[in-house]
């Protein structure tokens, strides 16, 4: 790669050499890409603010990675969510926006009900990076969590990004959900909040699915069973209709086109009250379950 002397110069140049995206998403790729790098902002690069070196850095192979589809976040090793720094790798899923939606519903679920100030425990099934995790444990005050997932690698990485967050207050464990009930196990915990973004993607789904995600991202964290769709909720249904405290919630991600299917789960499991939600584009992005007030 040439020598470059500006910002926008140089820029133009890496934008140029990005070939796999459509122009506005390799544009926020490369503007993502020189903040980590270079430590420049949007307004360096609009500004076209003088740069002094760029050669410490193997752009090259950067752009080879990116345009073979790997995600930037996996290059950088890190992403953000929640307003917080995560770092990722390929053993969890890249944190996503419409996520950050289960976690807003959750603290205004809290606020809703006057309990936002209380103490509270909390269970994340399927924590992958630990970001829901972490995130509900720096947002509600006075807020127990555990973490479970089936990954050890997740865990790990779980693990430093609770370090990184200072949440002290998440425990992680390994455990199966598939498996924990079926092996006689028995949680004395009594849980205030469960929630979950467990594998939805059914595997004749894949051939829709972006190559950034469908070559790196872990399938073990994506994919079910075509003829068994809906198998963590179960899972994770009958773990909560155990669990959870009467005035409690459960709310977890889903596939939008099982919305009303995954909804029957939990009522068939002996949630009295049971809702599809949507996202901010009105997809049907998680089911919510409760025991209704007496």
């Known amino acids: ?131 829901i995790a972490i995130s509900l444990a720096k947002e509600l005050s006075n807020a127990q969590v555990w973490a479970y997932d089936i990954s050890e690698k997740a865990l790990v990485t779980a693990q430093k990004n609770a370090d990184l967050n200072q949440a002290a207050n998440v425990s992680f464990e390994k455990v199966d959900i598939l498996q924990y009930l079926s092996n006689g196990a028995q949680s004395k915990l009594r849980f205030d909040i469960i929630v979950s973004n467990p594998p939805y993607v059914t595997k004749q789904e894949a051939a829709q699915m972006r190559s950034n995600v469908l070559n790196f991202e872990p399938h073990l964290a994506l994919f079910v069973e075509d003829n068994d769709p809906l198998i963590f909720y179960q899972a994770i249904a009958n773990f909560a209709i155990q669990t959870l405290k009467e005035d409690g919630l459960v709310i977890v991600e889903i596939n939008e086109s099982l919305g009303e299917e995954t909804a029957g789960v939990f009522s068939r499991a002996g949630f009295s009250e049971t809702e599809v939600i949507k996202d901010l584009h009105q997809k049907n992005r998680f089911v919510r379950a409760a025991f209704l007030k007496r």
Request: hydrophobic content about 35%; proline content about 3%; charged content about 30%.
């Open 1 to 131: 790669m040439n020598e470059i002397t500006t910002s926008k110069q140089f820029f133009d140049e890496l934008l140029h050499q990005i070939t796999v995206y459509e122009t506005q998403e390799a544009k926020e790729i490369v503007f993502w890409l020189l903040e980590h790098e270079l430590g420049l902002k949007k307004i360096d690069i609009l500004s076209n603010r003088p740069i002094n070196s760029t050669k410490s850095i193997d752009w090259d192979s950067i752009v080879k990675r990116l345009n073979n589809h790997e995600p930037i976040q996996y290059i950088l090793g890190e992403t953000t969510f929640y307003g917080r720094r995560f770092l990722v790798d390929d053993s969890v899923l890249i944190p996503r926006p419409e996520t950050e939606e289960l976690v807003d519903y959750v603290c205004e679920w809290e606020k809703k009900t006057n309990r936002i100030e209380s103490e509270k425990k909390v269970i994340d099934i399927g924590t992958g990076s630990g970001c």
